[in-house]
């Protein structure tokens, strides 16, 4: 079992350390803003479509919100959190 | 790396809950405590995590276990390649390149001096880092009471998303990216997150000329 964890440690290390250090290796294209929107998508909106989805929208406006009201995105993450976690009291 | 440090509050807010929730599963699935701190110490990838100690529960043979959760993680192979014309990518960069870092990073890194840049990573993915394993360790001891409260485990859950969302925000009239997006999600719903997020990258690199220009 430590085996199993150690292999996944270097595994995943490589990954991320191998692309990144080859100067003549894959080359980014638009990996970066496709893989953010990608991130954001599967991160807000779980399987399968459900009112659930609602709150996260309504969260993700307060949220957004947030981030015109204060300028700051640690303080926007935080207005969002919160009225998801109230949205799902009522 | 302090200003690095004070930018990773937000991924350490969405960190916490989740590495409570990840050692409260491995004490369940009865693995020792050495250990599952261990795997949140050396592999620092939460997805693969518990994939990992989910599989372990189920019986399923460690090393096949270990490779389903390497491939879960595929897609960091896309990170280093995106950072690469801000941050020339170190031993200790990579160990922290995780999903939330490699997001906020990209927002961040171009409009930053190239001689804070580093400093900047490190900061924020040992913030992040210093989160996680202090989420795991309070949720081996039997911690997850703290999240408890009504709403609060809720809303802290969300703290990830709320995040993302925000990064993604100044991408979303990328074509490219919105191609990518479609994909991820079409993928998630029938239950193939990481292929999706996989697939998305791969959109991505096939997208090049298309959309936005990286910035200098």
Redesign the interface.
């Known amino acids: 079992m430590t085996l199993a964890l150690l292999l996944l440690a270097l595994g995943t290390f490589l990954l991320r350390f191998l692309p990144w250090r080859a100067e003549k290796g894959l080359r980014a294209g638009q990996a970066g803003p496709a893989l953010v929107v990608a991130l954001f998508l599967v991160s807000a909106f779980g399987p399968p479509p459900s009112p659930e989805w609602l709150r996260a929208l309504l969260a993700l406006l307060g949220t957004y919100m947030g981030a015109r009201l204060t300028g700051n995105l640690g303080l926007a993450v935080f207005l969002g959190a919160g009225l998801y976690g109230l949205l799902g009291l009522l | 790396m302090k200003r690095g440090l004070r930018?990773a509050?937000?991924i350490a807010?969405?960190y916490f809950p989740v590495a409570v929730a990840f050692g409260a599963l491995g004490a369940q699935a009865g693995l020792s405590p050495l250990?599952i701190q261990?795997?949140s110490l050396?592999?620092?990838?939460g997805a693969?995590?518990f994939a990992?100690v989910g599989l372990?529960a189920q019986g399923v043979p460690?090393?096949l276990?270990?490779?389903l959760?390497?491939l879960l993680?595929?897609?960091?192979?896309?990170?280093?390649?995106?950072?690469?014309?801000y941050l020339r990518?170190?031993?200790l960069?990579?160990?922290f390149?995780t999903?939330e870092v490699?997001?906020v990073a990209?927002r961040a890194l171009p409009g930053l001096p190239p001689g804070e840049r580093r400093g900047y990573f490190l900061g924020l993915g040992l913030g992040a880092y210093l989160s996680w394993n202090l989420g795991t360790a309070l949720g081996v001891l039997g911690a997850q009471g703290l999240l408890a409260f009504?709403?609060?485990g809720?809303?802290?859950?969300?703290?990830?998303?709320?995040?993302?969302?925000?990064?993604?925000?100044p991408?979303?009239k990328?074509p490219?990216?919105?191609?990518?997006?479609?994909?991820?999600?079409g993928f998630?719903?029938?239950?193939q997150?990481a292929w999706?997020?996989f697939l998305?990258?791969i959109?991505?690199?096939?997208?090049?000329?298309?959309?936005?220009r990286r910035r200098p």
Do not use: M
């Open positions: 930018a509050w937000p807010l969405g250990w261990l795997t050396l592999v620092f990838a693969s995590q990992l372990l460690p090393l276990a270990a490779l959760g390497l993680n595929l897609r960091h192979a896309f990170y280093g390649p995106a950072l690469r014309p990518g170190g031993p960069e990579a160990f390149l999903d490699f997001a990209l009504p709403g609060l809720e809303a802290l859950s969300f703290a990830l998303p709320a995040l993302f969302f925000l990064l993604a925000l991408h979303l990328n490219v990216a919105l191609l990518a997006g479609g994909v991820a999600l998630h719903l029938l239950g997150t999706g997020l998305a990258g959109t991505g690199l096939l997208g090049e000329g298309f959309g936005e």
